[in-house]
């Protein structure tokens, strides 16, 4: 499966952004979709993970509350939602296909990977 994130931007602190991560050649409903972000000069993190059917989901604790994850498997499309935005948030924030049964939260679980959209929150 390939995917494409898109949505990111230029925002201020507080605002929201609605991350999306489209896929072609496979169907995400065979996967567990994630987010992942990386801010410039730190390691890649988990941000967010879904079930292949939507209806679990798991959070990194600073995005609790704050982001949510959700997926369309009709419109083979995973969404994130970031509300209340801060200017740590700033990253690439990369979607990704798992394809183990269990919901995972680190990267090396994740078999696909899409390219990154930037999301920039200035204070």
């Known amino acids: 499966v390939q995917l494409q994130a898109s949505g990111g931007g230029l925002v201020q602190a507080g605002d929201s952004l609605r991350l999306s991560c489209a896929a072609s050649?496979?169907?995400?409903?065979?996967?567990?979709m994630g987010w992942f972000r990386q801010a410039p000069g730190k390691e890649r993190e988990f941000v967010a993970v879904t079930n292949w059917s939507g209806a679990g989901a798991d959070y990194a604790k600073s995005m609790k509350g704050r982001f949510t994850i959700s997926r369309d498997n009709a419109m083979n499309t995973v969404y994130l939602q970031m509300n209340n935005l801060r200017p740590e948030d700033t990253a690439v924030y990369h979607c990704?296909?798992?394809?183990?049964?269990?919901?995972?939260?680190?990267?090396?679980?994740?078999?696909?990977w899409g390219q990154g959209t930037l999301v920039t929150v200035s204070s």
């Open positions: 050649e496979g169907t995400i409903s065979d996967y567990n």
């Open positions: 990704a296909a798992s394809s183990y049964v269990l919901m995972r939260n680190t990267a090396d679980f994740f078999d696909f």
